[in-house]
């Protein structure tokens, strides 16, 4: 998000999904597509029968990666020094779009500089790839005139994660990849709805459609439609939060930490870094709400748990990777006294002395229009009669906006940003020998709050899994379906070993599902210095035998 | 009175309202998305009955439900509160005479082929079967088969010979009305106890007819090779290379199973209400799915990754020609539009035909 934000202005997919069918070379980052976005897949597969070249970077040999014409097969954490090679070779043999650098980016020089001091012997080493592969996945991507790049949080979530974003980024522009139909950089968001709720403002530093808090316009206006006064700061982070452990002894304690929390539909007992430290800062808070459709983990932690309606219990907007607004609409009853969040929010307000009485979500929708210029079109009523509209939309006569950038960027020129590799938080060592990359199921969302209701798909992942290659079994002398245990130096977690072909040696990966085994006890809290997201991408963690 | 009426378009919703009187109506409407589904009608007047589209689902779920509740169950304890034993009682569904009209010829097949495996063997469904009895249809036949219809190819379609109460087949622009073919009692019982609504056929109704059947016979637009497939894997080897190379394309989603009007795998499964009560539910499954053989110990004698997608087509194009003479898929082209990875049953067959 922040990555985008900072080289071409705005943090969103550049294209359509239905625009990668037609993709002459799709570059797949740190994406188990197949797994995570199968609709996305589809649309590559299509491509790829019509002809197109299909090259994915990703530590482990996942479904998309088999049908890859180049899998570049880095060591976790390494995306920076692969592109960095990648754009090396591109300026080397001159694949560079000169007109476009030219007109539709600035600081270019500083990224030609540093491509020049690139030693391609060390990318090679640092990332594990072949100088000779690196260069041809560059000229592939370099020569093709309709290239896309679909990223996901295999990028994201390292400290890096935004220089990675950012790398990726000079990519693309280095190569005039970027604002055309079929062309851009596509990053697939985590999770239903989290484009919509980045839209909507649930970020530390900026109000509905990513208008800036520090801006007194900005403040004024908003303060004007909701009859108060807005912070002039920016919030927390979501480490902040849900690390900030008051009275723990704690080495690196946060400042101020908070005293009560409001969670909604979110479950960081299981989903946040470091869960020995969650816990600890969830106990430690004064009061504790949480309102979720299930008892999650988190809830079990609360003063009191507000029961919610599920997304099929109310009428609303779901926005998804592509800025695609699409309608929602009710279909049966919430259970029991659970609300929607809506209605939980408005009632909460009013009792704490600000009535809110919105009478539907198409009011609320009404003004979201009214405060926020890339929402501006986009009204229930057009989206009942559509498939949805995607932003920015700015008035009630816009049709939407299916790739951005067309022209001009959205900050005017595209800014390249050089980035040099940086280690990841915490190398492997002789007493934690491995890498844990972790990562979702097919079979399974998030924390499982949902799908682990489910008896089907209980049925087809019981159990919690970690994945290894089969010759760091035969070192270890550990077999397929064995208990064994994984330790970091955080804590300890039991798993069932499923031995794969699908990590390389010296590699683990394995989901954060179940609850009993919760995998974020062993991932660690180090994160991106901008976007704060954690690297749950690479931990040093040793296996043995469970015991039990 | 002859084997054949006619029946007026202007006449058709008046004679839906009068059947609505005596049975529960369920038909093709079109939802405010633009979706035609078959659906339950309840006031016929605000109902947008759509005959024009395929409907995207099948039948199936109105005699076999996604999902149903089998029996619920109380656990009978003793003074000390251990458990003693659990009593079950039946959930059958409460029978309700329907009638389905604008029903797709292959979609009634897919109907007939369920009889098969829910009433066919020495144990009847009886869940199944209380949905079926007072089941009347009122088919549509297919003057211009959709884009991925191929029941030309499975014999289902477009026009069916048997299996309907009344198939209509609509005459045409200049005649404005729907030549009745009377199949089965109820479709009589319909014709001569609502005979008002019905004119008597004339040799020229008939030819019209028979013009419309082949005419529609020649409009697919999917040439699909089904029987020289079904000999071809009968005669072996298995295709084992077009078996993996879609099987590493399937996404395991199970929607192939799902929208399929023939797939009729499920699963039981319990689920507790509370400490003492429950219920036992019946799911659609598919074969698809690793779990479907998944056995004690994660052993599966199933290779999944190379194997996914074998089982159901060999099931539809070779176990059920051997059993029953004829292949379970009718063509109806549903799986074509579903699937996410182009692993349909029609590429198989295109790739079984040019090895």
Redesign the interface.
Known sequence: MAGLATTFGSGAMTNTINELDQSQVILVAGSNT?RTH??V??RI??AV?RGAKLIVIDPRKT?IA??AHIHLQINPGTDIALLNGMMRCILDENLIDDLFIEMRTENYLALRDMLLAVDLDKIEKITGVSRSTIARAARTYAHARRAAICYCLGVTQHICGTANVESYANLAMLTGHVEQEFTGVDPLRGQYNVQGACDMGALPAVLPGYQSVFDPDIRKKFARAWGCQLPENQGRTLLDMTHGARNAGLADERPDPLKVMYIMGENPMLSDPTLGRVKATLEGLDFLVVSDIFLSETAELADVVLPAACFAEKTGTVTNSERRVQYSKKAVNPPGEARPDRLIIQELATLMGYPMAYGSAAEIMEEICLLTPVYGGIYHDRL?RSWGLQWPCPDREHPGTPFLHKYSFTRGKGHFTPQHHVDVAEPVTDDYPLALITGRS?HHYHTGTMSRKS??LN??HPRPRVNMNPQDAEKLGLAE?MRVRVSSRRGSVPYILHLTDEVPPGELSSDFHFREAPTNMLTIGASDPIAHCPEYKCCAVKVEVDHV | MSDSVVLHKDHFLPLLRRLGKRYRLVGPTRN?LGDVLYTEIDDLDHARIDLTQQPQNSLKSFFFPQTEPLASYIVDRGANGSRRSLSFYPLLPEKRPTLYFGVRSCDLFAVLYMDMIFLGGKYRDPYYEQRRRDALFLTLGCNKPFGNCFCNATKSGPFLDFGFDLQLTDLGDGENAYYVEIGKAGGRKITSELACFFTDATKEHARLQFQAVLEARGLFQQLVHVDLACARLKKGPEPEKIIADLS??C???GGCAYICPTCTCF?I?D?AGDRDTGER?R?W?ACT???FT?MA??HNPVDMRRQRIRRRFYHKLQSDVEKHGRTSCVGCGRCVGIC???VDIITFIHKVIDL
């Open positions: 197949t199968p609709q897949a589809r597969y299509n029968d479904k088999r049908h009942q097919y008896a089907l049925r087809e379906g | 405010e590493r394309r996404q395991d989603c699963t499964t689920q539910i799911t499954d799915f690793a779990g998944k110990g994660d996410f990875g182009g």
